[in-house]
T-cell receptor, first 110, second 113 residues
Framework: AQSVTQLDSQVPVFEEAPVELRCNYS??????LFWYVQYPNQGLQLLLK??????LVKGINGFEAEFNKSQTSFHLRKPSVHISDTAEYFCAVSYYKLSFGAGTTVTVRA | DGGITQSPKYLFRKEGQNVTLSCEQN?????MYWYRQDPGQGLRLIYYSQIVNDFQKGDIAEGYSVSREKKESFPLTVTSAQKNPTAFYLCASSQGADNSPLHFGNGTRLTVT
């Protein structure tokens, strides 16, 4: 069975600064990887997904993630954040079953 | 626009009462899911359904029940047997394959006192 670890529970960042959210997973087989964003009191929205092919995946709102098979990681990055990026971010891994990480809360300050 | 509708957004109940949360989708998705979200614990799967008239228990099914009589609808009942029912409940749907992303509703926040 696979598991997902989001290494940071809280990430404070200043507006226009870069941000990286770390996600490691454990699985003995190839998996599909996803990042979702959740704004306060709302459901989750898909940011991006890795299914196969290029290890650098671009998503919505300027986010991108890099799949590293040897390190079993799928870190999410944005080069310059906005106040509106304040939200909770979830990494998810799928192989027969979808597993979510515990989430990383990003707080963007002016 | 296609999407998932959860109602109501906020729900209050007294302890010992059963309560049903509604979830409707018009995405023509085969699979539907119910998750529970508690602070710091991510999302935990309660029940899922891959096809009409069939559903399976997830990781935390005790104290919950579901039905899937129509493709569009997947209501969740929180029974009095659920020991800690106060939580944020999310419904989702997908095309059903492992590589299909989930589409989520905006959730129902249930408070039981």
């Amino acid at each position: 069975a696979q598991s997902v670890t989001q290494l940071d529970s809280q990430v404070p960042v200043f507006e226009e600064a870069p941000v990286e959210l770390r996600c490691n997973y454990s699985s003995s087989v190839s998996v599909y990887l996803f990042w979702y964003v959740q704004y306060p009191n709302q459901g989750l929205q898909l940011l991006l997904k890795y299914l196969s092919g290029s290890t650098l995946v671009k998503g919505i709102n300027g986010f991108e993630a890099e799949f590293n098979k040897s390190q079993t990681s799928f870190h999410l990055r944005k080069p310059s954040v906005h106040i509106s990026d304040t939200a909770e971010y979830f990494c998810a891994v799928s192989y027969y079953k979808l597993s979510f990480g515990a989430g990383t809360t990003v707080t963007v300050r002016a | 626009d296609g999407g998932i509708t959860q109602s109501p957004k906020y729900l209050f109940r007294k302890e010992g009462q059963n309560v049903t949360l509604s979830c409707e989708q018009n995405l023509n998705h085969d699979a539907m899911y119910w998750y529970r979200q508690d602070p710091g614990q991510g999302l935990r799967l309660i029940y899922y359904s891959q096809i009409v008239n069939d559903f399976q228990k997830g990781d935390i099914a005790e104290g919950y029940s579901v039905s899937r009589e129509k493709k569009e609808s997947f209501p969740l009942t929180v029974t009095s047997a659920q020991k800690n029912p106060t939580a944020f409940y999310l419904c989702a749907s997908s095309q059903g394959a492992d590589n299909s992303p989930l589409h989520f509703g905006n959730g129902t926040r249930l408070t039981v006192t």
